[in-house]
Structures are given as structure tokens and as C-alpha cells.
């Protein structure tokens, strides 16, 4: 049996894109096998300071706040708590290895690679480094923030010092590239549970939720599944309402800090009866959603792959995106794309009209959306599962950094 210490400044039951790909890739792999334990924060006093999540022994760490709302983490102090995460990620790893001896050292995202740099700077050189980049927010945005232009030679050295890169998308790729990487790199996107999001709902639970959620049968629904953060723009999408029928709705599953902003402008633009802030809803929760909504949109300005996208086009949905970042390796339009098969409908970023142009396309055209909601689901169905991942992390990123240890 192996042993990969990871690090992560947050885990379940904080989850983004980055979260569910960690849970999903490690309960594919046995404990008999790999066996994977984590250092994160902690966050919400409420939470154990160990606990067992699926395949990973999850060691929280650092300050935290009964119930603290997601507005809490980005504001002083609790900011604070991420601030610190690799100094006492740093020590935590020394005291872990001491009892676990590890083989490798896995970081999600750059900024949990500091952890790693120091350990393997200050205590043992030679362990291998697996770094996975997920970063969602654009590379200038990541590197222009003051608590990494303070220390930017030891962040350089996350991907200098690293020995396997894995990215989710070819933009991240190049990215470790640009940043200094010259070592092996594999383009490993997330996946989405294909039996989980495609699986049919009996009409009586779609209608029970359609009921809960006000939806008429001439209502069409927009639904978004993200962050309440300016990288996502769903601030576009409120403000392409009006240019919109009365009867499209949309429908906002996810928290954030900027709920009370867009909240505020959904009033000014008139349209706040047709925005349901549904709030943050489990993971396992959200296919239902999907299936009784009309179109997924998401315009993101920034976009590191984008897992929700994949699972919108698994459960059958028409999908609006920008082409920013990661989007570009799976969403193609049939204009901007005519090399392809189309898979979705392009939008520029910041672009409401654009976005309402786009969905009097889907609804305008329905065989052409048929067409193109059946080529996104043979490509994720091929391309993005999460077995199919999960096989590709071991055989192309974790053998061969545990073939270093070897």
C-alpha cells in the first residue's frame, strides 16, 4: 500500500469543483491500494478536527467559526485562516510523515503547493510532488493577489519544484508551462458522474420540485450552478432578462459573497420575480434541478474547466458559456466552431444581449438543439466520466510519481 498526503485548503463539506474531484477520483481508488490523507482547514467550528470522508483521512486544521456564512470566509479574520493554511499545513505535514512516512505529496491548486515547497525545502527534499492545478479565477487575478506577489519566488517554486503537473484543461497546462514547469504534465480534465446526472426522475418527484419552485407550464428556466462570485458573471444573466420573455425564469443554485449585490440588482433591473436565489443545495441534489430546468448557463469571465458544465450537458441540457479558459476544450459552437460538432452556444464575455440572442436560439430552434444537446452528451459520456478519470489519475499521474519514491 501507498500513502499520498494531500493538500487542500478546503474539502468537504465545502465543495467546489475542485472538492468533488478529489472525493471522486479517491473513492475509485482502495484503501488496500492508495491510502490518501488530507490536511485542510477547518473553517466551521461545528466540524471534527479528523474525519473519515470516503477513501481520505481528513486532518482539519486552523481557526474557525460556528456556522460561518460563505460571506465569513473572505472577510477579516476568517480570511486570515487561508492566510496561514502553509505555514500550518507545513508544520501539520512534518508531525503526519513522522507517523505515516508517506510517498508522495499531492496539492490541489497552487497556493496548497506552498505547504509542499516548505516541506520539501525544510524537511524532506526528496519525497515526490504532485501538484493539480483547478484554479478557476484568471492567471493575472491568482498572481496579482498581495499575499502571492509577497512571497512570488517560493510560488514559482510550487511549479518549478513540482514533479508531475497535472491540469484539468489545456489553459491551466500552459499555464504551468508559462510559470516555469519543465517537467512531465498530463491533461486530466474532472469528470461528472454520468449515472448520477443522466439517471430520470419520476414525474411526481419533477413535479413536486417544479411546484416548490413556482414553475408554470409556459415557464422556460434558466438554471446556473456556481459560486456567487464575479468570475461566474451571473450578474450578465439577471440583466439579459430583459431583453427576454416574461416567462424565462432563472434559477440560482449555489452561495457566495456577492449574493446581496446581485440580489440588489435583480431589484434595480426590475426583473427580481424572476430570479430564485435557491441557495447552496447538495451536490447530490442538483441533477433533479437540472432536469426540470430548459437551459444551463454559466458566462463566466474566467474558468479553469468548469465541472458543472459537464454534468449540465450529461443531464440532457442546452448549454450557454463563454469560450474563457478550460471552456474551450469541450464547448463548441456552431458558428464560432464549424470544424466541430457543435456542443453549446457561445457568448462573449460580458455580453446580456449576447446571452439573450442565445437562448431565443435554443428555444427558436429545436431540432438544431436537439442535434447539438445529443453531440454534448456522447462527448462527456466518452470523454468525462469519472471512471474513466479516476483510471487516468492512476495510470498517468499517481504511478508515475510513485515510481520516483520506488
Known sequence: MKKILIFSIAYHPFVGGAEVAVKEITDRITPDDIQFDMITLRFDGNLPRFEKIGNVNAHRIGFAKKNPSMEDLVKFPMYLTKVFYPFLAFFKAIQLYRKNKYDACWSIMSYAGFPVVFFKLFYKRNIPFLLTLQEGDDMARVTGRWRIRAVYPFFKMVFTGADFVQAISNY???????????????????????????????????????????????????????????????????????????????????????????????????????????GLTEHKDIPKFLKISDIFIRPSISE???????????????????????????????????????????????????????????????????????????????????????????????????????
Open 172 to 278: 491551466l497546462g500552459k499555464w504551468a508551462r508559462d510559470m516555469g514547469f519543465k517537467g512531465e504534465l498530463a491533461i486530466i480534465p474532472n469528470g461528472a458522474d454520468m449515472a448520477r446526472f443522466a439517471r430520470p426522475y419520476s414525474e411526481k418527484e419533477l413535479n413536486e420540485l417544479k411546484d416548490k419552485l413556482g414553475k408554470k407550464s409556459e415557464d422556460k428556466f434558466l438554471i446556473t450552478t456556481s459560486r456567487l462570485v464575479k468570475k461566474n458573471a451571473i450578474d450578465d444573466v439577471i440583466r439579459s432578462l430583459k431583453y427576454l420573455p416574461e416567462n424565462v425564469k432563472f434559477i440560482v443554485l449555489g452561495a457566495g459573497p456577492d449574493l446581496k449585490t446581485l440580489q440588489n440588482l435583480a431589484k434595480r433591473e426590475g426583473v427580481a420575480d424572476r430570479v430564485n436565489f435557491a
Open 304 to 406: 479553469g474547466m468548469g465541472n458543472s458544465f459537464i454534468e449540465a450537458m450529461a443531464a440532457g441540457l442546452p448549454v450557454i458559456a463563454t469560450q474563457e479558459g478550460g471552456i474551450a476544450d469541450f464547448l463548441f459552437d456552431r458558428e464560432r466552431n464549424p470544424d466541430k460538432e457543435p456542443t453549446g452556444w457561445a457568448v462573449d464575455p460580458r455580453d446580456s444581449r449576447g446571452i439573450a440572442e442565445a437562448v431565443k436560439k435554443i428555444t427558436d430552434n429545436p431540432e438544431q438543439t436537439a442535434r447539438t444537446v445529443a453531440n454534448a452528451k456522447k462527448l462527456v459520456f466518452e470523454k468525462y466520466d469519472w471512471d474513466l478519470i479516476a483510471k487516468d489519475m492512476r495510470e498517468k499521474a499517481f504511478d508515475k510519481v510513485l515510481l520516483r519514491r520506488a
